[in-house]
């Protein structure tokens, strides 16, 4: 029997415009911040449309290839793209997805939730201590090219647990360990969630972890947005942009840190005066 919690939402007219509100949402960080938009995606399907986190996550991933393919474009224009930094990160990042995909369904939902909850406390601290450079350039050697693979190893294996496309790992990372500018480290973390968000929806749709026609609606919403986030992204102050987006996170992290403690496993009371404990 199907549980109210893992049962999946009715495809009614309030789904459909909660779906669109989230991916305008979503687009809109996505180009602003570099992300997949995950944050966003996420929090508000399980909290508005009532998904369980493995749905939401797995909706999201594949919300996020849309969403990331505009804001690559976007970038690209402006020539805030690298390349091959971009590729040594996906090819680690797809085949870390795979392994976050496959722990996905062994995992409890509360167990989830709480790590959500601890990777935005540290997306949340990384806001602050990262001082982003417009001027910085990457460089690139033997010893940050393997860096890039495991820092695109771990980020596939959170994109493919949690739903989100890494770029909230990556943009700081990008900065504060390799020195890249702000724009180009946003640039780069968009065009490396392409094939990670790919993998990992291909190893969610088997194990159906995946609303299709949400994601549909979610990415397309956020295409539309995307564009405008990237533009904003180079008239904004970046520390201003970290503190307003550090600022929403701390109320998504509040926001699932509840939902996790209403559904920690309670023992069952047993009868007045016995002292058995439920099994």
């Not at 397309?220 to 995307?226: N, V």
């Amino acid at each position: 029997m199907t549980s109210p919690e893992t049962a999946r939402p009715l495809h009614d007219a309030r789904f459909f415009l909660t779906c669109i509100g989230i991916g305008l949402l979503a687009g809109l960080l996505s180009g602003l911040f570099g992300v997949g938009g995950g944050t966003v995606i996420v929090p508000f399907l399980v909290l508005f449309l009532r998904f369980d986190q493995r749905l939401a996550a797995g909706t999201s991933l594949a919300a996020i290839v849309p969403t990331a393919t505009v804001g690559v474009i976007s970038y690209a224009v402006h020539g805030s793209v690298a390349w091959i930094p971009a590729l040594l990160l996906a090819a680690g990042a797809v085949f870390g997805a795979q392994i976050g995909t496959w722990l996905l369904p062994r995992l409890s939902l509360t167990v989830l939730r709480w790590a959500f909850v601890g990777f935005l406390a540290a997306v949340i601290v990384s806001l602050f201590i990262v001082i982003p450079s417009r001027d910085a350039e990457f460089s690139l050697t033997w010893l940050s090219g393997v860096l890039l693979v495991v820092l695109g190893v771990v980020t596939g294996i959170l994109s493919g647990l949690i739903g989100v496309g890494g770029g909230i790992i990556v943009v700081p990372a990008l900065m504060v360990l390799f020195g890249t500018s702000d724009l180009v480290a946003k640039g780069t973390s968009l065009l490396m969630m392409i094939p990670t968000a790919v993998s990992g929806t291909v190893g969610n749709i088997r194990r159906r972890n995946v609303d299709l026609v949400a994601a549909a609606i979610v990415g397309l919403a956020a295409c539309t947005t995307t564009a405008l986030g990237a533009w904003a992204a180079t008239l904004i102050d970046p520390f201003v942009g970290n503190m307003l987006f550090a600022a929403y996170l701390v109320i998504i992290a509040v926001q699932m840190g509840l939902r996790a403690w209403r559904g920690r496993p309670r023992p069952e009371a047993g009868p007045a005066g016995s002292g058995d404990a439920a099994r």
